[in-house]
């Protein structure tokens, strides 16, 4: 291994990785000329950048002059892909034992690019979808479903797992792994129905694909120019970025919807818009602290896990699942809308209904209580009634036998 190997190992997230090598390559292609063929770099070219790495090391360069020269020649480059090439480049150097002071920090980045994104894109809608979906195979049908349904950054879908997918809950449940996301926190997001039947589609062809995709790549692999594709890849989408790249500028061109952005000549639809798209549509209909979180933005990962279960977020989830279907009907969206009212309305009603016969059963209960304090008391009044009919008895028996004891002392016989 060398220097950008070594480096690059330290990196857990293959994003990342990716950008900071890219930052180092581009910065040795402008000092020594273009050592990449193509966008994918070979065996070969890497060894020949860790040649000139040690090259560029040994010759005592100014190293603050070289970095202000490569910035000032980024000024077409996409301001964020300029400053992340130069942070990259600045923590390889801190690491190599060149500390980069504040000071001198502050006039390099003064040769930077100014602004944020330049591209100016065109509007991901659902027609837009609509029409780059014709022109997908099962792969690429599925991969698009799924990131414009969970809200995925596709360098964590490309690593989920066919195990992290269960497709068998309503709705189909996506386990998202530390290991996979940008920030390192595990969460979970949703499918739609539409999208888990396309995932479905693309499962039941997967084997024969990866098989046929070795078979392809025989060829590059005995050059040296790639990888053998391994059968046993477990990922749920076990394709590479340039395949991603591929298959979503051909449905740009067989929907004619490619365009290029004038100043940074980048597509004005992009993969990336998906993310987008799950965002703004779901936002229209739940709280926008749902969507941020199923889609990992880290502000708000902790606070709403505590305040969301992971069913009242499948909940939330279904409540927008008719502004994330892509392909049906234009009027799905109305007839669904207008079925949740007409249940809503109906579970008012059964609640009020169950809220009355409540009502109903505590009078009831009422009634059978006082219905049994009155037979008590009436049992009580019976039982004083056979008490004083015996004392009535009795007294009449004593008012006789003075009757006749009075009778007696007037005939004088006592």
């Given at each position: 291994m060398g220097r950008i190997a070594d480096w690059a190992a330290t990196f857990g997230n293959a994003?990342?990785?990716?950008?900071?090598?890219?930052?180092?390559?581009?910065?040795?292609?402008?000092?020594?000329?273009?050592?990449?063929?193509?966008?994918?770099?070979?065996?070969?070219?890497?060894?020949?950048?860790?040649?000139?790495?040690?090259?560029?090391?040994?010759e005592g360069r100014d190293q603050i002059q070289d970095l202000m020269v490569f910035a000032a020649s980024l000024h077409d480059s996409p301001p964020n892909t300029a400053n992340n090439y130069m942070n990259a480049l600045r923590e390889f150097l801190a690491i190599?034992?060149?500390?980069?002071?504040?000071?001198?920090?502050?006039?390099?980045?003064?040769?930077?690019?100014?602004?944020?994104?330049?591209?100016?894109?065109?509007?991901?809608?659902?027609?837009?979808?609509?029409?780059?979906?014709?022109?997908?195979?099962?792969?690429?049908?599925?991969?698009v479903l799924?990131?414009?349904?969970t809200g995925m950054r596709r360098g964590e879908a490309a690593q989920i797992q066919i195990?992290?997918?269960?497709l068998d809950t309503t709705p189909a449940e996506i386990t998202i792994r530390g290991e996979y996301t940008k920030n390192g926190q595990a969460r979970f997001s949703f499918l739609t129905e539409e999208a888990r039947q396309a995932l479905v589609e693309w499962l039941a062809v997967r084997d024969q694909y990866m098989l046929s995709a070795q078979n392809r790549n025989a060829g590059l692999v005995?050059?040296?120019?790639?990888?053998?594709?391994?059968?046993?890849?477990?990922?749920?989408?076990?394709?590479?970025?340039q395949v991603v790249n591929e298959f979503w500028l051909n449905a740009l061109k067989k929907a004619r919807l490619l365009s290029y952005d004038k100043t940074t000549n980048r597509s004005q639809l992009h993969i990336h818009q998906l993310r987008k798209f799950f965002l703004s549509q779901t936002s229209l209909v739940i709280s926008k602290e749902v969507p941020e979180t199923l889609a990992g933005h880290s502000g708000y990962l902790t606070g709403a896990y505590r305040r969301y279960t992971k069913a009242q977020l499948a909940e939330e989830f279904l409540k927008a699942e008719a502004q994330l279907?892509?392909?049906?009907?234009?009027?799905?969206?109305?007839?669904?809308?207008?079925?949740?009212?007409?249940?809503?309305?109906?579970?008012?009603?059964?609640?009020?209904?169950?809220?009355?016969?409540?009502?109903?059963?505590?009078?009831?209960?009422?009634?059978?209580?006082?219905?049994?304090?009155?037979?008590?008391?009436?049992?009580?009044?019976a039982g004083m009634?056979?008490?004083?009919?015996?004392?009535?008895?009795?007294?009449?028996?004593?008012?006789?036998?003075?009757?006749?004891w009075d009778q007696l002392r007037q005939a004088g016989r006592i």
């Open positions: 994003n990342t990785r990716r950008v900071n090598i890219a930052g180092l390559y581009a910065f040795l292609d402008h000092l020594y000329g273009k050592q990449r063929a193509t966008g994918h770099v070979t065996k070969k070219e890497r060894e020949a950048y860790e040649i000139l790495l040690d090259q560029y090391f040994g190599q034992g060149r500390e980069i002071t504040d000071r001198e920090w502050k006039r390099i980045r003064l040769k930077l690019p100014k602004g944020g994104t330049r591209t100016i894109e065109r509007d991901m809608d659902h027609e837009t979808l609509r029409k780059i979906l014709h022109h997908l195979d099962l792969k690429g049908k599925a991969f799924f990131l414009a349904t195990d992290d997918v269960d005995a050059k040296g120019r790639a990888k053998e594709r391994p059968l046993d890849d477990m990922r749920l989408f076990p394709f590479t970025k279907t892509i392909m049906a009907p234009k009027d799905y969206k109305e007839v669904q809308s207008e079925f949740r009212t007409r249940m809503a309305d109906q579970s008012v009603i059964v609640e009020r209904i169950v809220a009355k016969n409540l009502k109903l059963e505590e009078e009831i209960a009422t009634l059978r209580a006082a219905a049994d304090r009155t037979a008590a008391l009436e049992d009580e009044v009634r056979a008490t004083l009919g015996g004392i009535v008895d009795l007294l009449e028996k004593i008012g006789e036998g003075q009757g006749l």
